[in-house]
């Protein structure tokens, strides 16, 4: 099941982060994040309270997680993206997508880009973006496995992590 995130969740996204934090410290995973900097707990309580976190719980238990909105950040200019006749209001972003390392391999992660390609056509946006760093190469495999575009690499400070490489990609639904 997936749905918005109450407060009593937050901490359970937020052990999320710091098990993905803890892979990537070891060596285990890559995906560019630095503790303390990003994501953090207020990273998840923020979108909680916008109205934007959404989580997959599996027996009861945040497996994944995830911000939906239509903020497009300001990196996205620099991208060559293919669908520019949208407008602003007909494009989705996904943002922060974590899938819990225990519950890897069991395809979370393509079940939530599901939803939010359900969740983007219910509100109307025919247009889909996210991002993630290059150095994240499972999800960008994910991304292209599911029909995702690089649109480009965007240098940058990203979440407050310097020298990131940003990874944009959409799809047109």
């Given at each position: 099941?997936?749905?918005?995130?109450?407060?009593?969740?937050?901490?359970?996204?937020?052990?999320?982060?710091?098990?993905?934090?803890?892979?990537?410290?070891?060596?285990?995973?890559?995906?560019?994040?630095?503790?303390?900097?990003y994501?953090?707990?207020?990273?998840?309580?923020?979108?909680?309270?916008?109205?934007?976190?959404?989580?997959?719980?599996?027996?009861?238990?945040?497996?994944?997680?995830?911000?939906i909105?239509?903020?497009?950040?300001?990196?996205?200019?620099?991208?060559?993206?293919?669908?520019?006749?949208?407008?602003?209001?007909?494009?989705?972003?996904l943002?922060?997508?974590?899938?819990?390392?225990?519950?890897?391999?069991?395809?979370?992660?393509?079940?939530?880009?599901?939803?939010?390609?359900?969740?983007?056509?219910?509100?109307?946006?025919?247009?889909?973006?996210?991002?993630?760093?290059?150095?994240?190469?499972?999800?960008?495999?994910?991304?292209?496995?599911?029909?995702?575009?690089?649109?480009?690499?965007?240098?940058?400070?990203?979440?407050?992590?310097?020298?990131?490489?940003?990874?944009?990609?959409?799809?047109?639904?």
């Amino acid at each position: 099941m997936i749905r918005k995130a109450t407060d009593k969740e937050l901490s359970q996204v937020a052990a999320i982060y710091h098990r993905i934090l803890e892979q990537e410290e070891k060596g285990l995973t890559t995906t560019g994040w630095i503790r303390g900097v990003y994501p953090t707990e207020e990273t998840a309580r923020e979108a909680m309270e916008a109205g934007e976190l959404f989580i997959l719980l599996e027996d009861d238990v945040v497996a994944a997680a995830a911000k939906i909105n239509k903020e497009q950040v300001p990196e996205y200019q620099n991208a060559q993206w293919n669908y520019t006749d949208v407008t602003e209001e007909q494009v989705m972003v996904l943002h922060t997508l974590v899938v819990d390392p225990s519950f890897a391999g069991r395809g979370l992660g393509t079940q939530f880009v599901k939803f939010y390609e359900e969740y983007a056509k219910e509100q109307g946006c025919c247009c889909l973006r996210m991002d993630t760093n290059a150095r994240n190469t499972s999800a960008r495999r994910l991304y292209q496995h599911l029909g995702f575009r690089e649109a480009g690499i965007v240098d940058c400070t990203f979440n407050g992590i310097v020298g990131v490489k940003l990874v944009c990609l959409e799809k047109m639904l």
